[in-house]
């Protein structure tokens, strides 16, 4: 019985040691492969970093007026008798928009035209009796100054039936009608917005420091959501000569062409003035970057750095191109642009960095460059909705 024990110990012990065996030689084979194991290289595209020239421009944004624009209003009280307009039409300078009565206006100018008739023949008279010497010149003077004061209340009853009769001040287009038939409105009291849209005004903010850069005649361009795609273009016409001291900011006016009318008053509008001088930058494709709370890196392509005991020296006679690898770089990034940002620190021109592929790579990674698909970057890419 105890040699059946010792036998069956003996024969546990052997087979624990023969797996122990065999798993020892398994991990030494993998240990030794590890050592001669190459990583595969990574292929990515690259892009070589090179000096561009940019305009100048500083950005800011504002809101569209018109060039003329204002709501018309009336100028005297009175009951609305015509409405001679449409709701957003056209008009031009001199159209009558709305007529007020002036029933009571036209018995006053008749009693007026009276009583100025009356006087005529009265200043008639009275200078041919002055002219014989039968009447004063006190009485030709009372006379005189009766038909003048006559006059002058037929020209001011004339003047309020004409200002009764409200008109358009300059070619434009009408907005929403304020007012209706049979309204009693005062003076003052809004009738109707007008607008001429053919030119626009874009007001916007500079912060005071960039004051000295900015002058009358320098050229703007704006872009609005409302006018997907399209840019216009105008000049500074006006700089205002107060800085307002709650936001320390300087206001700017320019004027800009709106032919097609595409622009209105109101709108919200991305502006970028453009200055006279070109700064010189180094671009990347944003594509190049990988973005991180603790700082804005790059992958530099350049070639793998020989160790102690490579074999390799005689490659160099050979066909192949040298072996290449992705370093990590930290840059400070600036403007972008459409595709491209610029690089402030960090890299040189002619340095070669990875532009799609990045999200794959580590630093030190073998990599081999295809450039046969490239994307194509653009400082003004097109963008397809469909």
């Given amino acids: 019985m105890k040699k059946a024990i010792l036998l069956t110990i003996v024969g546990l012990v052997l087979l624990v040691g023969a797996i122990a065996y065999v798993k020892y030689a398994q991990i030494s084979t993998l240990i030794e492969s590890g050592k001669s194991f190459t990583e595969p290289p990574l292929s990515i595209s690259s892009y070589k970093v090179e000096m561009d020239q940019w305009e100048n421009t500083l950005s800011a944004i504002g809101s569209l007026e018109a060039a003329k624009g204002l709501l018309i209003t009336a100028d005297l009280s009175g009951r609305i008798a015509k409405?001679?307009?449409?709701?957003?039409?056209?008009?031009?300078?001199?159209?009558?928009?709305?007529?007020?009565?002036?029933?009571?206006?036209?018995?006053?100018l008749r009693s007026a035209q009276a009583a100025a008739a009356l006087a005529k023949n009265n200043l008639d008279r009275i200078s041919e009796l002055y002219n014989k010497k039968v009447a004063s010149k006190s009485e030709f003077d009372n006379a005189q100054s009766t038909y003048r004061s006559a006059i002058a209340d037929v020209d001011n009853i004339r003047a309020n039936i004409e200002k009764k009769s409200i008109r358009a001040p300059f070619n434009g287009r009408l907005g929403i009608r304020l007012v209706n038939l049979g309204q009693s409105i005062n003076?003052?009291?809004?009738?109707?917005?007008?607008?001429?849209?053919?030119?626009?005004?874009?007001?916007?903010?500079?912060?005071?420091?960039?004051?000295?850069?900015?002058?009358?005649?320098?050229?703007?361009?704006?872009?609005?959501?409302?006018?997907?795609?399209?840019?216009?273009?105008?000049?500074?016409?006006?700089?205002?000569?107060?800085?307002?001291?709650?936001?320390?900011?300087?206001?700017?006016?320019?004027?800009?062409?709106?032919?097609?009318?595409e622009l209105l008053p109101g709108m919200f509008a991305s502006i970028d003035v453009v200055l006279p001088d070109m700064k010189e930058v180094l671009l990347i494709p944003i594509t190049s970057v990988q973005y991180a709370t603790f700082g804005d890196s790059v992958f530099i392509v350049e070639e793998a750095k020989k160790t102690e005991g490579d074999n390799t020296a005689s490659q160099s006679n050979s066909n192949e191109p040298p072996p290449l690898t992705a370093r990590q770089q930290f840059v400070k990034l600036g403007e972008a642009r459409g595709d491209f940002v610029t690089v402030e620190k960090g890299l040189t021109v002619g340095q070669v960095v990875a532009?799609?592929?990045?999200?794959?790579?580590?630093?030190?990674?073998?990599?081999?460059?295809?450039?046969?698909?490239?994307?194509?970057?653009?400082?003004n890419p097109a963008v397809d909705d469909k």
């Avoid at 039409?89 to 006053?108: H, P, R, T």
């Avoid at 030119?199 to 320098?218: E, R, W």
Wanted: no cysteine; proline share 6%; aromatic share 6%.
């Fill in 83 to 108: 409405i001679l307009f449409d709701a957003g039409s056209e008009v031009k300078a001199g159209d009558l928009l709305v007529e007020q009565d002036v029933s009571s206006e036209k018995a006053q």
């Fill in 187 to 261: 003076a003052g009291e809004p009738v109707v917005s007008l607008q001429a849209t053919n030119q626009m005004f874009v007001n916007f903010f500079l912060p005071q420091q960039l004051l000295p850069k900015v002058k009358t005649g320098l050229e703007v361009r704006l872009n609005s959501d409302a006018v997907p795609g399209k840019t216009f273009t105008g000049k500074i016409n006006a700089i205002d000569p107060e800085i307002d001291s709650n936001t320390r900011s300087i206001k700017i006016q320019a004027i800009l062409a709106n032919g097609e009318k």
């Fill in 355 to 379: 532009s799609a592929g990045v999200f794959k790579l580590r630093n030190g990674a073998p990599v081999v460059i295809n450039n046969t698909v490239v994307p194509e970057f653009s400082l």
